[in-house]
């Protein structure tokens, strides 16, 4: 069985629910109604053969960034998936089960009939390309693709909502559904902050490893009594959006108890990111990530009124009343 993440918390309070670490599903989805290309269920379709084609042109909006206009399509549409790379970018490969950060632009084939798009939100989208997070069709057509890239494809039902559709979006069983997506990020197990040092100068604080090679950051706690209020400090400072207390981020992070300095919860030893609502977890995190940019790494100190006081999760290691610490990494937000 996986090891699951200690960071969330239900309401009301008191109570703790654990999230297993290998279903997170983020909440990006939920800005985009039910029309924006997260799944509800996995496909049992065998992967599709990927053609060139036909596609529709693109009419407007023709550089990376912008909001396209994408013609009716012509004819009769693959029953396969046609993909092309409009522009070409030269960043990071994206890899299956990734978290990629894009917008895009989703029309019905026949109609042109545009069901959603994120541009028009200013918001892109982070989402997972894995089985069960998102349409089958967008994990086939993006695999491969480097970041910096526009991205056209054709997705047949068999690789999109199948033969239920999706109602709210006005998407038939029948409807073949056309994308352009401008590939912004790709996150995985090897991402980490990015930034500018910050000085950790207070010897009364955890002093944290500032590395960025995708490995677990050391986290030095010294032998002092610990804070008793909350503990907030960037690391090392992104320059990314501010992150608002009702977002949800996609993180890497390590807890330690103060008193022992002993690890108790990791995404690197997982091997995979989560992504969570602030309003999902502890007050803590919450209150600590609030505020914060992107792209920083994050020192968070929680004392027990702000963690899980004297009802710590069964077997998690933490004792009662303990002190946390977190180094966390705030890669996006959704």
């Known amino acids: 069985m996986r090891r699951r993440s200690l960071i969330l918390a239900a309401v009301p309070a008191g109570l703790v629910t654990l999230a297993g670490c ?26 599709p053969k990927i053609v060139d084609g036909p596609l529709p042109a693109i009419t407007a909006g023709t550089k990376f960034g912008e909001k396209p206009t994408v013609a009716k399509g012509s004819g009769t549409p693959s029953d396969q998936l046609a993909v092309k790379t409009v522009i070409a970018g030269g960043g990071k490969t994206v890899a299956e089960n990734d978290y990629v950060q894009a917008n895009y632009l989703g029309q019905v084939w026949d109609t042109a009939k545009v069901f959603d798009n994120s541009y028009d939100r200013k918001t892109p989208l982070v989402i997972q390309l894995a089985a069960g997070s998102i349409i089958d069709g967008w994990r086939y057509a993006l695999t491969g693709k480097k970041t910096g890239s526009r991205v056209e494809f054709s997705v047949p039902p068999t690789w999109g909502y199948g033969a239920q559709g999706n109602a709210q979006a006005g998407i038939k069983g029948t409807d073949t559904l056309v994308f352009v997506v401008d590939l912004q990020e790709t996150f995985n197990s090897k991402s980490s902050a990015k930034g500018k040092d910050v000085p950790q100068t207070d010897a009364k604080l955890p002093e944290v490893g500032t ?62 990111l989560t992504s969570f609502g602030l309003q999902q977890v502890v007050k803590g995190w919450a209150q600590g990530l609030t505020g914060k940019k992107v792209g920083s790494r994050v020192l968070i100190v929680i004392p027990p009124s702000l963690g899980y006081g004297d009802q710590p999760p069964a077997g998690s290691g933490i004792e009662k009343d303990s002190t946390m610490v977190f180094t966390v990494d705030i890669l996006a937000k959704m």
């Open 22 to 47: 290998g279903d997170d599903k983020s909440d990006q989805s939920k800005a985009s109604d039910s029309a924006s290309p997260s799944a509800s269920q996995t496909s049992a379709a065998p992967a």
């Open 211 to 272: 590395n960025t090679d995708g490995k677990a950051p050391s986290v030095e706690v010294p032998k002092t009594d610990p804070p008793k209020g909350l503990v907030a400090k960037y690391v090392i400072e992104g320059d990314g959006d501010v992150v608002a207390a009702d977002n949800s981020v996609l993180v890497q992070y390590k807890g330690v108890v103060w008193d022992t300095g002993k690890e108790f919860d990791s995404t690197y030893a997982r091997g995979a």
